[in-house]
């Protein structure tokens, strides 16, 4: 419990409505898109860079922790609070403050929506290049912190290529800003450094962006399989050839039923998999980029290849990728979403190997992932109410993330570590890694109030795990729907 006389304070901050402490209040903010629930001690909800310093400086005073939250669609419990902490809500700093068409910046707050930055820049024939899938529902501030990818990242990168400088309340209250419009800023790179850290570091309260004109001609191609593997032989051969594509995107079986199911967006139900090919950029040379990529498609087996004759086919075949994750809910009551990666070139034996752990485990996996980038989304179903689907689940996930660290890849490719994959991070650094790694959030959060308990595990004392700011909570209950 928060003592009342430091909701009071709060309260005289932000105004006595901006602060929830009822449990009926607290229980809407006890999960977010990962499985496990965590109730706060308080929800903040914050409009300025003032309002967060002045909460951060009454919180960092009285010793107690907090975590910033956005939309709540974290994939990886991040945005969670711990240990009764206070929960930052960030989803009212939604506003775009300006538009800088002359210098390709834009600057935003943490709360607006991903897509909203693309909305806005339509009318300029500009867009914001990182698209995750829930980009509908997904505010800023989570992508900057989980450094969320997207389809398009395979050719235009993750949100840290497009983050130029950051606005941040320290763990004590200070504001500073890292970086700016201008590239190449001198010294230490501090804006690389926050974004991914998972809001372990800081809050991030305004962010300056690097956006781009909208290509001059788009293509976006279904190739159909007969198998996920020739498939993912595809990608390979695609890459190989030196080709770059904007998307190159894999669903499986499971998947093109439950979005047909859901949204009829006219993908082959018979189909083992099918892949999902975008190109973009000048006119001139597009047909025989595109000439290519299709012998690519036909030397690795493909059953047909469909072109999107006009944007309302186009549209059709991206709402069915962007809306896989939420048709899978029809699948079962409960999916984990695993998130690994690992390189191109191991596809075909990634996903070979992520169906055996399904066998193993008797849990069916639907697939739909990244395939551009080598990113993994095995969706492992079960139901919560069974409680040795849960742990099987928990068991299954951690396998899934094994096989991808042995193939050379790494433990999360744009979720976040969070609270699901702390275990996991041993699978791929070593102590002295981790350590330095504690380093860094010694320097800026000495009292480890800063959403304490997620991405860095327990430190190693002696031999034996000692209790840090990475220290894992035990599980708690499992949610609903992810």
């Known amino acids: 419990m928060i003592p009342d006389r430091i909701l009071k304070e709060l309260r005289s901050l932000v105004g006595r409505a901006n602060v929830l402490d009822k449990l009926v209040d607290l229980q809407t903010?006890?999960?977010?898109?990962?499985l496990e629930r965590s109730l706060p001690g308080a929800v903040v909800f914050v409009r300025s860079c003032d309002d967060v310093a002045g909460v951060v400086?009454?919180?960092?005073?009285?010793?107690?922790?907090?975590?910033?939250?956005?939309?709540?669609?974290?994939?990886?419990?991040?945005?969670?609070?711990?240990?009764?902490g206070v929960l930052i809500e960030m989803s009212r700093m939604n506003r775009i403050l300006e538009i800088d068409v002359p210098n390709q910046r834009m600057v935003a707050q943490p709360g607006v929506f991903n897509l909203d930055l693309s909305t806005a820049l339509g009318p300029f024939g500009y867009y914001y290049a990182p698209d995750p899938a829930s980009q509908k529902a997904c505010s800023l501030g989570g992508n900057v912190a989980e450094n969320a990818g997207g389809p398009h990242?395979?050719?235009?990168?993750?949100?840290?290529?497009?983050?130029?400088?950051?606005?941040?309340?320290?763990?004590?209250?200070?504001?500073?800003?890292f970086g700016g419009k201008s590239v190449d800023a001198p010294g230490l790179?501090?804006?690389?450094?926050?974004?991914?850290?998972?809001?372990?570091?800081?809050?991030?309260?305004?962010?300056?962006?690097?956006?781009?004109?909208?290509?001059?001609?788009v293509k976006t191609m279904l190739a159909v399989y007969d198998s996920i593997e020739a498939a993912g032989n595809t990608v390979s051969a695609i890459v190989a050839a030196g080709l770059v594509p904007a998307t190159l995107e894999l669903m499986d079986n499971l998947v093109?039923?439950?979005?047909?199911?859901?949204?009829?967006?006219?993908f082959?139900?018979?189909?083992?998999?099918?892949?999902?090919?975008?190109?973009?950029?000048?006119?001139?040379?597009?047909?025989?980029?595109?000439g290519k990529i299709i012998a690519c498609c036909e030397e690795s087996g493909v059953r047909e290849i469909r072109v999107a004759a006009d944007e309302t086919e186009r549209t059709a075949l991206w709402k069915g990728r962007k809306g896989a994750f939420g048709a899978v809910s029809r699948l079962a009551p409960n999916y984990l979403v695993a998130d690994g990666t690992v390189p191109r070139t191991k596809l075909?034996?990634?996903?070979?190997?992520?169906?055996?752990?399904?066998?193993?485990?008797?849990?069916?996996?639907?697939?739909?992932?990244?395939?551009?980038?080598?990113?993994?989304?095995?969706l492992l179903l079960f139901d919560s109410r069974i409680e040795e689907d849960k742990q099987k689940v928990i068991a299954a996930g951690m396998e899934v993330l094994r096989v991808c660290a042995e193939l050379g890849g790494t433990v999360s490719g744009e979720h976040g570590i969070g609270l699901e994959k702390i275990d996991a991070m041993r699978l791929v650094l070593s102590e002295e890694d981790l350590e330095a790694q504690f380093f860094v959030k010694d320097a800026f959060d000495p009292d480890h109030l800063c959403n304490p308990g997620k991405m860095l595990p327990a430190r190693v004392s002696n031999g034996a795990p000692a209790r840090g700011a990475g220290t894992a909570p035990a599980r708690p209950v499992l949610g609903a729907h992810a």
């Open 189 to 217: 790179d501090l804006t690389g450094l926050f974004v991914g850290s998972e809001g372990t570091l800081g809050i991030v309260t305004t962010v300056v962006l690097r956006i781009m004109r909208k290509p001059e001609a």
């Open 268 to 290: 082959p139900r018979d189909a083992a998999a099918v892949l999902l090919i975008e190109l973009d950029g000048l006119q001139d040379g597009m047909e025989e980029m595109t």
């Open 153 to 177: 990242c395979f050719k235009y990168g993750v949100t840290s290529n497009h983050v130029l400088g950051i606005e941040v309340v320290l763990p004590d209250g200070e504001v500073v800003w």
């Open 256 to 266: 093109i039923q439950a979005v047909e199911d859901a949204m009829a967006c006219g």
């Open 29 to 34: 903010y006890a999960y977010d898109a990962y």
């Open 57 to 84: 400086k009454v919180l960092h005073r009285e010793g107690l922790p907090f975590a910033p939250r956005g939309c709540g669609t974290n994939l990886s419990g991040g945005s969670l609070a711990l240990q009764g």
């Open 348 to 378: 075909p034996e990634a996903l070979r190997r992520v169906a055996e752990v399904g066998r193993t485990f008797d849990l069916r996996i639907a697939s739909v992932f990244h395939a551009g980038d080598g990113n993994l989304h095995p």
